[in-house]
């Protein structure tokens, strides 16, 4: 008997109708094709069950064309290897989803989560202390590494400064000193390099078995070199030292002066973005026990994704402490958390090779 092809495309189309969110050929071409990520394997042309599209050759170069009627099956878009269609695949394994807000005073900083799931663990002796991004008495938003160890300590570092701060260094400083347990909270990248450190077999955590530490990821577009964002402020006429708080949500970047605020469009500040950003796709730190953002939640909440049984603990510890208040994240909304990490993932293929 003869292979029933037909039979199997209707049944693609039905698995992709009911699981997936569905993509035309344009978003293929726009976000694959046009950046040069296309590999010319032709599984689109021959995927496509109303043969819509053709692999023409110009100047002797495979490009995937549409030249009959996209019926937005999906079918292109979900079988191209460089494109991104599965939720795993955009924002990692997670448990579950939550939209999450402190019910202690959290002024700098939107739903206080991080800072809350901390204290509970501090307070609790889940960990003995906990890794985070601190101000610089000494020079104003610029980023440092602290360890805290109590409540108080905590609450002066409250507030994201989206510079890179050397949190995994001073994690092992913390062991080195005799610590056992902690938290190290960072971005996708410092979330990364202590994977390395527990999954490498001369990794200090794969050695060191006794040595544990809880990992929070906080969602990150990009971080900024100190120094060109200060002058990015500075050739608008604000010095850095009169911010009270950044926040970058919507696509604006936003600070906080006394009693004003300017925005900007994200991406004027690509002049200023740290250079190891561009190489990097993770949006929510996908190597994290938690991560946090704002991105998917209402003003005033923070997105959490649940990703280990150490997370769910945590989350559920914390609110039954009395220190948030949390909701099931709906389905709608961890797609918009998908559809940024999406976003992120493609501005690598924005990268023009040198060869």
């Not at 360890?147 to 995994?168: E, F, M």
């Not at 990992?215 to 850095?240: H, P, Q, R, V, W």
């Amino acid at each position: 008997m003869p292979h029933d092809y037909k039979s199997t495309v209707d049944e693609i189309q039905k698995v992709l109708k009911e699981k997936t969110k569905r993509y035309a050929f344009k978003k293929l071409e726009r976000e694959v094709i046009a950046t040069g990520a296309c590999i010319e394997c032709g599984s689109c042309v021959a995927g496509c069950p109303v043969d819509a599209i053709s692999g023409k050759r110009i100047e002797n170069k495979y490009i995937p064309t549409l030249t009959g009627e996209c019926t937005s099956c999906g079918i292109c878009y979900a079988m191209c290897p460089r494109a991104f269609a599965i939720q795993n695949e955009l924002i990692g394994n997670i448990k579950s989803a939550w939209k999450v807000r402190s019910l202690r005073e959290h002024q700098r900083q939107d739903g206080g989560a991080v800072t809350a799931f901390l204290e509970f663990m501090l307070e609790s002796k889940m960990i003995e202390a906990a890794v985070v991004a601190c101000q610089s008495s000494e020079i104003p938003w610029l980023p440092i590494a602290k360890r805290v160890t109590d409540k108080v300590q905590l609450y002066d570092c409250v507030g994201t400064i989206y510079s890179h701060a050397q949190v995994v260094s001073e994690m092992i400083e913390g062991f080195k000193e005799g610590l056992s347990k902690q938290a190290v909270v960072g971005t996708a990248c410092n979330i990364d390099a202590i994977e390395r450190m527990e999954s490498h077999p001369a990794g200090f955590f794969t050695v060191d078995t006794e040595a544990s530490v809880f990992k929070i990821s906080l969602f990150c577009m990009e971080s900024f070199n100190y120094a060109d964002l200060t002058k990015f402020l500075k050739d608008d006429g604000i010095d850095i030292q009169d911010v009270k708080r950044f926040e970058i949500a919507g696509g604006q970047f936003t600070v906080n002066l006394d009693d004003s605020e300017k925005s900007w469009p994200v991406k004027e500040l690509d002049s200023a973005a740290a250079t190891s950003c561009s190489y990097c796709q993770d949006l929510t730190g996908m190597n994290s026990d938690l991560s946090c953002g704002n991105i998917g939640s209402d003003e005033g909440w923070t997105t959490v994704l649940v990703r280990t049984a150490l997370g769910e603990k945590v989350l559920q510890g914390t609110l039954d402490a009395g220190i948030i208040e949390a909701e099931q994240l709906e389905a709608k909304s961890v797609r918009t958390v998908a559809n940024s990490a999406r976003f992120k993932k493609n501005k690598y293929y924005k990268l023009r090779s040198s060869h």
